[in-house]
Nanobody
Framework: QVQLVESGGGLVQTGGSLRLSCTAS????????MGWYRQAPGKPRELVAR???????NYADSVKGRFTISRDNAKSTVFLQMNSLKPEDTAVYYC???????????WGQGTQVTVSS
């Protein structure tokens, strides 16, 4: 059974920082691309950042220069370092694991990030 567990969300002021973590089980972690998505109330879920099994990264334009995605394969964990946070970053952040080989796609339960103005 695949399980993704996020942690690290919370309430911060504009300009503050948070570091999200997602630990995976039930998959061979090093073989999966990992991503962070977010969803604000009344809006669709959107890709924030993605990191391939080889370590290449992609970011949404809205977070480039502020967020950094990384992974620790030994700990089966992906991170999202979020700096210079803005109120528009407020959302539930979800961890995603994806296999381009099989199409397998798994999601965590989400962690709330709230940025006050």
């Amino acid at each position: 059974q695949v399980q993704l567990v996020e942690s690290g969300g919370g309430l911060v002021q504009t300009g503050g920082s948070l570091r999200l973590s997602c630990t995976a089980s039930g998959i061979i972690f090093s073989m999966y691309a990992m991503g962070w998505y977010r969803q604000a109330p009344g809006k669709p879920r959107e890709l924030v950042a993605r990191i391939s099994s080889g370590g290449s990264t992609n970011y949404a334009d809205s977070v480039k220069g502020r967020f950094t995605i990384s992974r620790d394969n030994a700990k089966s964990t992906v991170f999202l370092q979020m700096n210079s946070l803005k109120p528009e970053d407020t959302a539930v952040y979800y961890c995603n694991a994806f296999s381009t080989v099989t199409g397998a796609n798994s999601w965590g339960q989400g962690t709330q990030v709230t940025v006050s103005s």
